[in-house]
């Protein structure tokens, strides 16, 4: 079966840096997205690999590893209002989206 | 403001009772989509839509159906509500499918007693 694995709950300090984990078992691959969703909101999007690397955005950098089923957000300088969870999903070999859990990144000042 | 809308943002419902969600974009994007969030688990898909006019079965289709009569509008149907489908729904847009950045609406949140 298909599957995305990331951890449920993440704490960091305010100012810190924190790095969110994702692996993946999928039927093919088209991509892997990073979306950020507060609580009680919408998910809104982040980031898209399709190629092996670093992708760098502002505060947010995202790395994927194609040959190893793994992605990473890192999040720079954390706010309080990165509070959020986050959704790991990749796109399959049939061009749909399988979404993980999500991580719920609390930071404490 | 453009974006997509949900109505209603919030409904609870009798068990057996038909229910419509609404959604509406003015962004022309072709792809529609509609996912249910539930606690613990990752968005999924229930219906989908690459064009007005086309709908396809998402990984959880049972018990509900689409329709896409035009670019804008999307609306998800519940014939007969049962309390599994207590749920946040989420509907979706994209300009290049699911390459492409989805931008969301602000969810429904259904209970069904």
């Known amino acids: 079966g298909q599957n995305i694995d990331q951890p449920t709950e993440m704490t960091a300090t305010e100012g810190a840096i924190v790095q969110i984990n994702c692996t993946y078992q999928?039927?093919?691959?088209?991509?892997l997205f990073w979306y950020q969703q507060h609580a009680g909101e919408a998910p809104t999007f982040l980031s898209y690999?399709?190629l092996d690397g670093l992708e760098e955005k502002g505060r947010f950098s995202s790395f994927l590893s194609r040959s190893k089923g793994y992605s990473y957000l890192l999040l720079k300088e954390l706010q309080m209002k990165d509070s959020a969870s986050y959704l790991c999903?990749?796109?399959?070999?049939?061009?749909?989206?399988?979404w993980g859990a999500g991580t719920k990144l609390i930071i404490k000042p | 403001i453009a974006g997509i809308t949900q109505a209603p943002t919030s409904q609870i419902l009798a068990a057996g009772r038909r229910m419509t969600l609404r959604c509406t974009q003015d962004m022309r994007h072709n792809a529609m989509y509609w996912y249910r969030q539930d606690l613990g688990l990752g968005l999924r898909l229930i219906h989908y839509?690459?064009?007005?006019?086309?709908?396809g079965k998402g990984e959880v289709p049972d018990g509900y159906s689409v329709s896409r009569a035009n670019t804008d509008d999307f609306p998800l149907t519940l014939a007969s509500a049962v309390p599994s489908q207590t749920s946040v729904y989420f509907c979706a847009s994209s300009p290049a499918g699911v390459t492409g950045e989805l931008f969301f609406g602000e969810g429904s949140r259904l209970t069904v007693l």
């Open positions: 839509s690459n064009t007005a006019g086309t709908t």
């Open positions: 999903a990749v796109a399959d070999s049939n061009y749909q989206l399988i």
């Open positions: 690999n399709v």
């Open positions: 999928t039927s093919g691959f088209n991509g």
